[in-house]
C-alpha cells in the first residue's frame, strides 16, 4: 500500500497520562530534595560505556561458549547471548531519552541509536516514536501504543504463551506497523528504510554465519538465542511493567518491581520501571538508589513491591487480566477525566 493511501489518518496524541496525574504531580517533585533529583539526573558517559564493555565482553564470551558441541556448554551460552541481545533495547532505551552525555551531542547519539537498534532488528526511529508516546499517553487504552497494540487481547494461557516464542516476531512487528499508520507518511517512510536495512544486515550475518559454520552453529549462535530466548526475556521483562497496577491511582499504572542484584544485573536496571516513568531523565545506573529514596512515598500510597516471580504467577497460573489490579476481581474502571490542563514540564 502506497503510505500516502493509508485508510489511517494521523492521529494526534492527547498526553493522557498527564491529564490525569492532577495533585500527584506536585508530590512527585517535592519528594525529594532538589539536590539530590540533580544528582540522580547527571548523565556520566563513562559509566554507561562501562556497562557496554561489561556487555560486549558478556555477549563476546558467550557466543565463543555457543561454539562447543557438549549441551551443557552451548545452551547455557546461548541463553545468556539472547539476553545480552535483548539489553540492547535497553541501552537503546536510554539513547530515546538522551541519557548517554551530559552535553548535546546529536549525530553521536543517533549513531549509538543505530547501533543498538541493530541487534534486536527493530527501526530506531520508530522505537523511538512509540516509546515517547508509551509515556505520554500511559494509561490510555487507545494511545499507549504499548497497551492498544501489544498487551495480549486474548486472555488466554496459551495465548500469553505465545510472546514468549517466535511467535512474537510477527506480533510485535504487526502492533509496530497498526501504530505506525498513525504517523506521518514522512515518518513512515523514515521507519521502513531503516527497516530494510536491518533486514539486510541481519540475512547478511545469517547467511555468512551459516556458510562460515554450518546449520549446527547456525542454531546455536544465531536461531536459539534470537529465535527462543529473546522472546523469554523480553515476555518476563513486559510482565514486571504495567500489567498489575491499580487503575484508580495515576501514581500507581506502572508495577512496583523489588530490586534485586539478579535482575538489575540481567536487565540492566530496566527492571525499575515505576521509577522510570515517575522520573525519565534519571540514567539507569542510578535508577536503584532512586527507588531506595522513594520508599516513603511508595509507602503512602499504599504501592507493594512484586517480584518477577509474583508477577509471572498471577500472569500465566492465575491467568490475570492485564493493566487491572490484581487484588481485586474483574476488570477495574479507568478514572475520570482531570479538568486540569497538561503540563509541558517533565517529571
Request: glycine share 6%; proline share 7%; with cysteine.
Amino acid at each position: 500500500m502506497d503510505l500516502d493511501q493509508s485508510p489511517n489518518p494521523v492521529r494526534r496524541k492527547t498526553r493522557y497520562y498527564y491529564h490525569h496525574l492532577g495533585e500527584f504531580r506536585r508530590e512527585l517533585r517535592e519528594a525529594l530534595p532538589r539536590g539530590l533529583l540533580r544528582e540522580l539526573h547527571q548523565r556520566t558517559a563513562w559509566k554507561h560505556f562501562r556497562t557496554l564493555g561489561r556487555q560486549l565482553v558478556i555477549a563476546g564470551a558467550a557466543g565463543y561458549g555457543s561454539m562447543f558441541d557438549p549441551l551443557w556448554v552451548w545452551l547455557p551460552c546461548s541463553i545468556v547471548l539472547g539476553f545480552v541481545i535483548f539489553d540492547f533495547t535497553v541501552l537503546l532505551h536510554e539513547v530515546v531519552h538522551n541519557l548517554i552525555f551530559a552535553a548535546s551531542r546529536p549525530r553521536l547519539n543517533a549513531l549509538m541509536g543505530w547501533l543498538y537498534a541493530l541487534p534486536s532488528g527493530i527501526s530506531r526511529t520508530q522505537f523511538t516514536r512509540w516509546h515517547l508516546d508509551h509515556h505520554d499517553e500511559l494509561g490510555s487504552n487507545t494511545d499507549d501504543p504499548k497497551r492498544a497494540h501489544l498487551t495480549p487481547k486474548i486472555i488466554k494461557r496459551w495465548y500469553k504463551f505465545l510472546y514468549m516464542t517466535p511467535a512474537l516476531f510477527p506480533i510485535y512487528f504487526q502492533a509496530a506497523a497498526r501504530e505506525a499508520r498513525t504517523y506521518s507518511p514522512d515518518l513512515r517512510r523514515q521507519i521502513q528504510r531503516e527497516r530494510w536495512i536491518t533486514i539486510a544486515l541481519h540475512l547478511a550475518a545469517m547467511s555468512s554465519l551459516w556458510g562460515w559454520g554450518g546449520g549446527w552453529l547456525f542454531f546455536k549462535l544465531y536461531a536459539v538465542p534470537y529465535f527462543f530466548v529473546f522472546p523469554v526475556a523480553f515476555t518476563i521483562n513486559r510482565a514486571g511493567q504495567h500489567y498489575h497496577i491499580n487503575p484508580q491511582d495515576p501514581a500507581q499504572w506502572t508495577t512496583l518491581m523489588k530490586g534485586s542484584w539478579f535482575w538489575d544485573f540481567v536487565y540492566l536496571n530496566s527492571n525499575y520501571h515505576l521509577e522510570h516513568h515517575y522520573f525519565p531523565g534519571v540514567p539507569f545506573y542510578n535508577l536503584p538508589k532512586l527507588q531506595k529514596y522513594l520508599q516513603p512515598l511508595y509507602e503512602r500510597h499504599g504501592i507493594e513491591y512484586q517480584t518477577y516471580g509474583k508477577v509471572l504467577y498471577g500472569w500465566f497460573i492465575e491467568n490475570r487480566i492485564p493493566h487491572t489490579d490484581w487484588n481485586c476481581s474483574g476488570i477495574v474502571p479507568e478514572p475520570a477525566a482531570s479538568t486540569d490542563a497538561p503540563s509541558s514540564t517533565q517529571i
